[in-house]
């Protein structure tokens, strides 16, 4: 049986984006009672677009800085399905404009990596420690 046959015996409404929850020790804390976040694997066409806001490419062409503070804020308004980070009553709750603004509000610098990473993990983009290392 080739690939192709084996490909078409998928059930095509099974394949999804994988979700995960993710609980956020601190805001659990804060609240007294148990905060998770919902998250989706991002699709390679928004996740190269959201890579594109974030790099700041010379005249030349080449990449001049990536600035992986936006990277990871913008990944976490377009991965996090639940809270919606763009919710009107959010922003305007916590006094924010942007859902950038409530994420900074929200998370603390550690947090904003931890579920950076969560999210790229689920959309496929797994780093290696040996990776970094070398």
């Known amino acids: 049986m080739s690939l192709v046959d084996k490909l078409l015996q998928l ?3 099974k394949i999804k984006m994988p979700e995960k929850e993710v609980e956020m020790k601190r805001l659990s804390k804060l609240l007294g009672e148990k905060v998770v976040f919902k998250i989706r694997a991002i699709d390679g066409q928004r996740y190269a677009d959201i890579q594109r806001l974030a790099i700041d490419i010379s005249n030349k062409g080449n990449v ?6 936006k990277l990871q804020v913008l990944t976490i308004i377009e ?5 919606n980070l763009k919710d009107k ?3 305007e709750h916590f006094n924010c404009t942007t859902p950038e603004e409530l994420v900074k509000k929200l998370l603390l610098a550690g947090e904003i990596t931890d579920l950076y990473n969560e999210i790229t993990a689920l ?6 420690v040996e990776d970094i290392k070398n």
């Not at 001049?64 to 503070?69: A, E, P």
């Not at 991965?79 to 809270?83: L, Q, S, T």
């Open 11 to 13: 059930d095509a409404a």
């Open 79 to 83: 991965g996090v399905v639940d809270p």
């Open 123 to 128: 959309s496929g983009y797994e780093v290696e």
């Open 64 to 69: 001049k800085d990536i600035d992986m503070y």
């Open 89 to 91: 009553r959010l922003l």
